[in-house]
Antibody
Framework: EVQLVQSGAEVKKPGESLKISCKGS????????IGWVRQMPGKGLEWMGI????????RYSPSFQGQVTISADKSISTAYLQWSSLKASDTAMYYC???????????WGQGTLVTVSS | DIVMTQSPDSLAVSLGERATINCKSS????????????LAWYQQKPGQPPKLLIY???TRESGVPDRFSGSGSGTDFTLTISSLQAEDVAVYYC??????????FGQGTRLEIK
């Protein structure tokens, strides 16, 4: 069974750094792309970027380029989303999702709620 | 980026009635080499991740009730729920994956019971 399990909720202060994770199981982790999606409170879905764990090829949505870093450690089947300096506007639910090139994401993590408040 | 625009933003339909949600893309998502529309529909209920309902614009995901159907081609698409059930209350999103490495979503349509 394909599963994406995300790390738990985080509460941080502005300016702090953060790295959240998404662990894949039940499939070949290096054979599928993992994308990250932001959902701000009460708002819609925004595609942030994507990584291919097989070779770490990474692409970012223009809106998120330079704002976050996406990475992966294929040895432990885990993808990451990180911030070097959080802002209050980073408060959101973050989802990871798996898909193949040319297909729609079918499998999603349960989400990680990030709250940034002073 | 391909911009996806849904209409309406919200919709209230009586139980058992038809619900229709529209989605328009800023450029065609029809890939001519395989004649497939790279358009998906998702359902999101409160506190849950999105759930894939429809892909290739009209192919129902396994396990999705047949009251859900998708249609359209090129730039104009429709999600239809033929007979609304209480459990269909949710926000629905269209998504293009024509630009697989730059996926975009519509703004969402909130579906409620009238």
């Amino acid at each position: 069974e394909v599963q994406l399990v995300q790390s738990g909720a985080e509460v941080k202060k502005p300016g702090e750094s953060l790295k959240i994770s998404c662990k894949g199981s039940g499939y070949s982790f290096t054979s599928y792309w993992i994308g990250w999606v932001r959902q701000m409170p009460g708002k819609g879905l925004e595609w942030m970027g994507i990584i291919y764990p097989g070779d770490s090829d990474t692409r970012y949505s223009p809106s998120f380029q330079g704002q976050v870093t996406i990475s992966a450690d294929k040895s432990i089947s885990t993808a990451y989303l990180q911030w070097s300096s959080l802002k209050a506007s980073d408060t959101a639910m973050y989802y990871c999702a798996r898909h193949a090139l040319g297909s729609s994401p079918r499998y999603w993590g349960q989400g990680t709620l990030v709250t940034v408040s002073s | 980026d391909i911009v996806m625009t849904q209409s309406p933003d919200s919709l209230a339909v009586s139980l058992g009635e038809r619900a229709t949600i529209n989605c328009k893309s800023s450029q065609s998502v029809l890939y001519s080499s395989n004649n497939k529309n790279y358009l998906a529909w998702y359902q999101q209920k409160p506190g849950q991740p999105p759930k894939l309902l429809i892909y290739w614009a009209s192919t129902r995901e396994s396990g999705v009730p047949d009251r859900f159907s998708g249609s359209g081609s090129g730039t104009d698409f429709t999600l239809t729920i033929s007979s609304l059930q209480a459990e269909d209350v949710a926000v629905y999103y269209c998504q293009q994956y024509y630009s697989t490495l730059s996926i975009t979503f519509g703004q969402g349509t909130r579906l409620e019971i009238k």
